[in-house]
């Protein structure tokens, strides 16, 4: 069982010295499901995360043995947290990796292409029941009143004539 970052990086580097990395990553499943570096903390007040700390870490020793799923479970709190304060220490490590730096900011700018898309489609469809409640309000106006400046201008009061 792997307790801490330190271990996992010291089995990567000895697996790779000795050419077992398709081993470990074969076997490493059983090693993670049991691991306490992987498990959250039940108490909410405390926000200590081994795992989510240091992903930025892992996700290179994953990317070196071909660790799928770890890679993956990384790759999604770093690009949930690309700009919080837990990478903002370390991103060295990451930009030397030139595949996982571009992987990591295109899924994050596709991310924030969704949430903008979202966004919009929540504002025009806000201001979509707006122009139509108002609109309604001014054609009923139109009909009762017959002044043409007063619906074009939208004035609050009734002209007085």
């Given at each position: 069982m792997i307790e801490d970052l330190s271990e996992l990086l010291t089995i990567v580097l000895q697996a790779d010295y000795y050419f077992a990395l398709p081993t470990l990553s074969g076997t490493f499943s059983g090693v993670l499901l049991g691991s306490p570096m992987f498990k959250r903390d039940p108490l909410p007040d405390d926000e200590h995360n081994e795992f989510v700390e240091n992903a930025s870490k892992i996700i290179l020793a994953?990317?070196?043995?071909?660790?799928?799923?770890?890679?993956?479970?990384?790759?999604?709190?770093?690009?949930?947290?690309f700009h919080?304060?837990?990478?903002?220490?370390n991103p060295t490590a990451l930009q030397d990796d030139k595949d996982v730096w571009l992987l990591l900011n295109q899924r994050v700018s596709h991310l924030r292409k969704m949430i903008l898309e979202a966004q919009h489609e929540i504002l025009m469809a806000s201001i979509q029941d707006y122009l139509q409640t108002d609109l309604y309000t001014l054609v009923t106006e139109e009909y009762f009143f017959g002044n043409v400046s007063f619906i074009l201008w939208g004035i609050g009061t009734m002209p007085s004539g």
């Open positions: 994953a990317k070196k043995f071909r660790h799928a799923v770890l890679f993956r479970e990384c790759f999604i709190h770093l690009v949930a947290n919080g304060s837990l990478y903002a220490e």
